[in-house]
Each structure stands twice: as structure tokens, then as C-alpha cells.
């Protein structure tokens, strides 16, 4: 290994990933590896039909305000990770339009050269997930290194605020 230990944790900020958090954060202390955190930024605007316009303008303010909150969401995270003791840095991707949520994270996974990498899952099953598929079995399938997946509880389904969603507990 030609650097220091990099865990890979991404996030969409919904409770079901926010419940795969603390277990990057133990992940992270028990191999003294580096956190990276990732936010694939979504649509902000839901694709509904193709005879949907919307000026370059309103839609560069719309943009400009889904990567500022994705942004807020993100720095309590890397600063929690920070606070618990490890060397955390944050990013966003941006680029949701070209290839699919778990491309892009495979992709940073690659090209961070991580050793491990973390995400949380909705467990969706049958119906649901033909329909709404699922990002964690594309990135399990696909990832150049071990994915621990973290499937959320019911109670971890319970919207709540992303700063108070990150516990950093010491075991």
C-alpha cells in the first residue's frame, strides 16, 4: 500500500445513510485510516417529462442552492469526524446528470485509491426495489475494494437533522 489507510463513506444525507456514519467513523479509528466523505448531488429539479423548461437562469439559482445545502449537510459531518479524532476531508459530485449515483462513487473510490468504503441502505426489497433500484447492490457488485453496507432501522427512517443524525460515540 502506497499510502496511509482511506475510507470511503458516501452519504445522500436520508436517514438511511446517516445511519452507516458512525459505523465510517469505527471504521475509520480502529484502522487509523483517513475519512472521505461523499455527497452525489441529485437533481434539484425532478425530471418529469422532457416538455418541462426551465430558464438557464432560474435554474442556475435552483442548482446554486441544492450544492449550498449540500454543502451544510456536509461540513457537520467531516468537522464530526474531525471531532472524534480522524483526519476527515468532504466532497460533492456533481455530475448525477451524466452517470448514476453508484458510477460516481465507484468511480471516487477508484480514484481515491480507498481500501474500504461505507454506505448506508434503504433495504428496499421486491417491487421497490425493481423500481427505485439500488445504489448499494450497484456499488457492492462494482467496487474496487470491500463495501460495508448498513441498512437502516425503523427508527433510524425517522427524518431528523443531519448534524444531529452523525453521533460520534467512543466504544
Not at 113 to 128: N, P, W
Request: with cysteine; net charge negative; hydrophobic share 45%.
Amino acid at each position: 500500500m502506497s499510502h496511509a489507510p482511506r475510507v470511503l463513506y458516501a452519504s445522500d444525507f436520508s436517514p438511511a445513510s446517516m445511519a452507516a456514519f458512525p459505523h465510517a467513523i469505527t471504521m475509520a479509528k480502529a484502522t487509523g485510516a483517513e475519512l472521505i466523505i461523499m455527497h452525489v448531488l441529485a437533481s434539484p429539479i425532478p425530471i418529469v417529462s422532457e416538455a418541462v423548461y426551465v430558464d438557464p437562469e432560474t435554474w442556475d439559482r435552483i442548482y446554486a442552492g441544492a450544492q449550498a445545502e449540500a454543502h451544510k449537510q456536509l461540513e457537520p459531518l467531516v468537522a464530526g469526524a474531525r471531532d472524534a479524532g480522524i483526519q476527515a476531508s468532504g466532497f460533492i459530485v456533481d455530475d448525477a446528470y451524466v452517470h448514476p449515483p453508484a458510477d460516481s462513487i465507484v468511480r471516487a473510490a477508484k480514484e481515491k485509491e480507498v481500501d474500504f468504503l461505507v454506505l448506508g441502505t434503504h433495504g428496499r426489497t421486491g417491487v421497490a426495489k425493481f423500481f427505485l433500484g439500488s445504489v448499494a447492490a450497484r456499488v457492492v457488485a462494482t467496487a474496487p475494494c470491500p463495501v460495508l453496507t448498513v441498512r437502516a432501522s425503523e427508527r433510524d427512517s425517522r427524518p431528523k437533522d443531519a448534524a444531529a443524525s452523525a453521533p460520534v460515540e467512543q466504544r
